[in-house]
């Protein structure tokens, strides 16, 4: 437990104004007591800038100098405004707004639309992708998917810096910025872009704040009427703040000065979509009589990767790391971070979901435990390999949990149990919290034990588990309390997007777990062109992507994991090199075939001898002799587009042993084999351990447990319901 990161579900409010400053460290506790006038805090990762803030904008309003009312915390997040409406209630200032800078000017313009313009306020679309698309035909100029998503978001560059569509080449070649296509082209698309929305009627994300800008501007009765209503300001991750929303924010302020920011240039990993460390960093040279507090105590990380992440922004060069913070671990020390070089990504993704095989089996729960890529497109080859180990995942930005299924017919089965539960049998022999939802969820499909494996089964368990956690939390800090109050906490939950936590490992991009944490975190990937990205060509660029290592280094509080392999593919020529951003923080050379693990201070350590690993040949198409590079045709032994000699009654019987195998289990099918993997199996109908053991998801956990029957099935008999060894 550390002030800075944890803390009780449920906390009991503070009895007084005072009572919300214990537990403050000293700069924590500057912070909330600075409370006029401007103030800059330059909070470095897990320095509890999060407490810092909330627990000033409660102090203030439970000392009575600030009218709930009148105070706007601004985030860049729904998860992070939740968080903070959720942890401002807990210290007894329920009423602050706290929003996105989207969601608060969206509110102000459906409010003021009627007034200052006349009518309804068009309708907001959910993608330009298709508008832009149109526009692209109207200037017949043809884009393919990946042309499609680069001119999107060079138009919403574009409009977050104040550029209009005749201005935008000449603001690329200003920026220095490296535009997709001919910035001509992209201008005629934009301007043609502007047209269609007019035409139809319709508003994008970004016209939300330009159009609040320009009533704030236009109407100064709007503005006063506005500045009567919020008069104090609190900006969170302020290092990234785009010169739209900067210029809104200072429409919101007027000629006052009632302003807090919160921030970090050496976290700045959004520069590509018009964030700029600058309004932090002039912060003082705009307001010279700001007080300033810089939080550097680390309460999150061990000093071990607190010493990793401090000697990454050491190297760094530019602006913002003339202004870098250099971190104090508060934590007593842990395991030194490992480095990891593995021949291919398959191999790297095995070793990865192995380790953390190995983690939960200590005691980590999968709930604390990352994989954090690059892109996106390096997630599936993990995914893949945690379902084969086993391992249950969730993926970074899926559906919000209160819109789960399951969590909303939970809600409601929990909410007419609270209501009618003194004649449900159910409840007879229950009568404390966490049993009556016990309970009732085991009608939804909530059991004790989880089922094994990962995918939809899974995730409907853990959501509900997720419920009878809060429900415990809930019961240990309100020992009477009743179904009724889960309900009400659940309700307020929902409003504020502030979700309890769901066992599973996250798999998130770099750029997703900004504001995260978790006990263990494993970064894969790390090599030269995927981090820093091929296309960051200029000091900036590569600097941006040094700083995206900082923050995935200080997602991690205990176990850090740094890995990369040599070559994409079984048997490939070994021509990647380690990212550059690792090379004076482990020691060089090795084996390109070696497991080597070398820790964040560069000296080797006693790992023992790296583990003989089968070696491994380039994986042809068996029908083409090509040499095969994505992960399905591997799966196959074939190209995608090369002639199937699959033997369908074979693989109809697969697929219903398969089926049968997981409901026994209680794991999805995939987990048992993925389709894939049958399909392989079908194909080449393995009559020996040794030809079923070479087809690529068999493996030798699988081939021990499920070999006789697949044999068995091949050679024309039935599988047996029984479990073989695991």
Excluded at 32 to 37: E, H, N, S
Excluded at 345 to 367: C, K, W
Excluded at 576 to 599: I, N, W
């Amino acid at each position: 437990m550390t002030p800075a990161t944890h803390s009780t579900l449920f906390p009991q409010v503070p009895e007084s104004a005072d009572a919300v400053l214990d537990g403050l460290d000293p700069e924590q506790r500057e912070v909330a007591t600075a409370l006029r006038g401007p103030v800059c805090v330059l909070a470095g990762a897990g320095t509890g800038k999060t407490r810092a803030i909330t627990h000033r904008i409660a102090y203030g309003v439970r000392a009575g100098i600030l009218q709930p009312a009148s105070v706007l915390a601004v985030t860049f997040t729904n998860r992070a405004a939740g968080e903070m409406r959720g942890r401002l209630r807990q210290l007894g200032a329920g009423g602050v707004q706290a929003r996105t800078f989207h969601s608060a000017a969206l509110r102000q313009l459906q409010y003021f639309w009627p007034k200052a313009v006349g009518g309804a306020l068009p309708r907001l679309i959910d993608r330009k992708a298709p508008l832009v698309a149109d526009a692209a035909a109207r200037c017949r100029i043809r884009l393919d998917r990946t042309e499609l998503r680069d001119v999107t978001s060079e138009i919403e560059w574009a409009k977050v810096t104040q550029t209009v569509p005749a201005d935008y080449p000449a603001a690329v070649a200003k920026a220095r910025r490296e535009a997709p296509r001919d910035p001509a082209e992209t201008s005629q698309v934009y301007a043609m872009y502007e047209q269609l929305k007019r035409e139809r009627d319709v508003l994008d994300f970004e016209d939300v704040l330009l159009l609040t800008v320009g009533i704030l501007q236009d109407r100064h009765d709007i503005a006063e009427q506005v500045r009567r209503q919020y008069q104090h300001f609190v900006v969170d991750e302020y290092q990234d703040v785009s010169p739209l929303q900067q210029r809104l924010l200072d429409l919101w302020l007027g000629d006052r000065d009632s302003l807090c920011v919160v921030g970090d240039a050496g976290q700045t990993i959004y520069s590509f979509t018009g964030a700029t460390p600058d309004y932090l960093l002039d912060f003082r040279t705009r307001h010279p009589h700001a007080t300033v507090v810089r939080l550097v105590r680390d309460y999150r990380s061990t000093p071990q990767i607190v010493h990793l992440a401090n000697g990454l922004l050491a190297r760094a060069s530019g602006r913002a790391a003339d202004h870098r913070l250099e971190l104090v671990s508060q934590r007593d020390p842990g395991p030194e971070p490992v480095h990891t070089e593995y021949g291919d990504e398959p191999t790297e993704a095995e070793g990865t979901a192995r380790r953390i095989r190995d983690l939960i089996a200590s005691g980590v729960p999968a709930g604390e435990i990352a994989v954090l890529y690059r892109v996106n497109a390096q997630s599936e080859i993990h995914e893949q390999a945690l379902a084969d180990a086993g391992v249950p995942y969730q993926l970074r930005g899926a559906e919000r949990f209160f819109e789960r299924r399951e969590v909303r017919e939970a809600g409601a089965a929990l909410r007419g149990a609270a209501r009618f539960g003194a004649n449900d049998p159910l409840l007879d022999d229950v009568v404390d919290l966490p049993s009556q939802v016990r309970a009732v969820l085991s009608t939804k499909g909530w059991t004790t034990e989880p089922p094994a494996g990962s995918g939809a089964v899974r995730d409907r368990w853990e959501s509900l588990a997720a419920l009878v956690r809060l429900a415990e939390d809930l019961a240990r800090a309100r020992p009477g309390a009743v179904l009724a109050d889960l309900v009400a906490e659940l309700d307020e939950r929902a409003a504020a997007q502030h979700a309890p936590a769901v066992q599973g490992v996250t798999l998130a991009s770099l750029h997703a777990a900004k504001g995260l944490e978790w006990d263990a975190v494993f970064l894969v990937g790390l090599t030269e062109g995927m981090l820093p990205i091929a296309y960051a060509r200029t000091d900036e660029q590569v600097e941006e992507e040094r700083r995206l290592l900082y923050v995935g280094v200080t997602r991690a509080r205990r176990y850090l994991s740094l890995s990369w392999a040599l070559s994409r593919s079984p048997g490939g020529r070994p021509h990647r090199e380690p990212s550059r951003f690792l090379q004076d923080l482990r020691l060089g050379g090795g084996s390109p075939a070696a497991r080597t693990v070398r820790a964040a201070d560069g000296a080797e350590r006693g790992a023992g001898p790296a583990r003989p690993r089968r070696a491994r040949g380039p994986v042809r198409c068996r029908v083409c002799g090509t040499t095969l590079t994505a992960a399905g045709e591997m799966k196959l032994m074939r190209c995608e587009e090369c002639p199937s000699e699959m033997d369908e009654g074979l693989y109809e019987r697969l697929l219903q042993w398969r089926a049968g195998q997981a409901r026994r289990l209680g794991q999805p099918d995939y987990c048992v084999f993925t389709e894939k993997t049958l399909i392989a199996i079908a194909e080449t109908a393995p009559s020996t351990d040794a030809e079923l053991a070479v087809i690529p998801g068999v493996g030798i956990r699988k081939l021990n447990r499920f070999g006789t029957d697949v044999l068995a099935i091949c050679a024309g008999g039935e599988g047996s319901d029984g479990d073989g060894a695991d």
